[in-house]
């Protein structure tokens, strides 16, 4: 079964603090993407790659960083947290062809002061 | 612009009742619709999907049913039960490998 793990699962952290969010994927997938789940939002967008080195900007980019260094390991760093960025993170990984599934990790939630 | 609209937000049955969840989508160029599902505490879990070729998927209690001209799709779970308790994300994927998700049905099936 393919893996996506996210670390941390918790995070608590302040106002205009610097914050990195880690996601390993251990099935080889090209694709990653980073998404935040907000109580009648759903599932949106931030950022995601086609493979190391590559990020691009999903449909809430704004105040978010990614990093791709390999194919197995894709970050997401929040530069200056602000209250408005306290959510669920989900990473995913998969979509590499036409029909094929994603893979979410557990999530971390985030928690901006 | 929303591009995947899902309906109801929240959703109540009874054990063993019929369960129907709809979505409506905007991109013609959508091709491929999964569902997903989320228990509290984990990530969301691929369900059953649809490619844009079908009508009509089905895997034991869940059946997906698309409808191309209205660009509507729909979720069915046929005898449900208190494990189907969750949340329902419905889908849509471009040609470019983007994933638009809707907002999602949180449902409760009550024993």
């Known amino acids: 079964e393919a893996a996506v793990t996210q670390s941390p699962r918790n995070k608590v952290a302040v106002t205009g603090g610097k914050v990195t969010l880690s996601c390993n994927q251990t099935n080889n997938h090209n694709n990653m993407y980073w998404y935040r789940q907000d109580t009648g939002h759903g599932l949106r967008l931030i950022h995601y790659s086609y493979g190391a080195g590559s990020t691009e900007k999903g449909d809430i980019p704004d105040g978010y960083k990614a990093s791709r260094p390999s194919q197995e390991n894709f970050s997401l760093i929040l530069e200056l947290a602000t209250p408005s960025q306290t959510s669920v993170y989900f990473c995913?990984?998969?979509?590499?062809?036409?029909?094929?599934?994603?893979?979410f990790g557990h999530g971390t939630k985030l928690s901006v002061l | 612009q929303q591009q995947v609209r899902q309906s109801p937000q929240s959703l109540t049955v009874w054990e063993g009742g019929t369960t129907v969840l709809t979505c409506s989508y905007e991109?013609?160029?959508?091709?491929?619709f999964p569902w997903y599902q989320q228990f509290p505490g984990e990530g969301p879990a691929l369900l059953i999907s649809?490619?844009?070729?079908?009508d009509k998927k089905e895997d034991g209690r869940f059946t997906t049913f698309f409808n191309k001209r209205e660009k509507k799709l729909s979720l069915h779970i046929i005898d449900s039960q208190p494990g189907d308790s969750a949340t329902y994300f419905c889908?849509?994927?471009?040609?470019?490998?983007?994933?638009?998700f809707g907002k999602g049905t949180s449902l409760t099936v009550i024993p």
């Open positions: 649809i490619l844009s070729v079908s």
């Open positions: 991109d013609s160029t959508f091709n491929y």
């Open positions: 889908a849509g994927l471009t040609g470019y490998q983007n994933f638009y």
């Open positions: 995913a990984s998969g979509g590499d062809t036409s029909n094929e599934r994603l893979f």
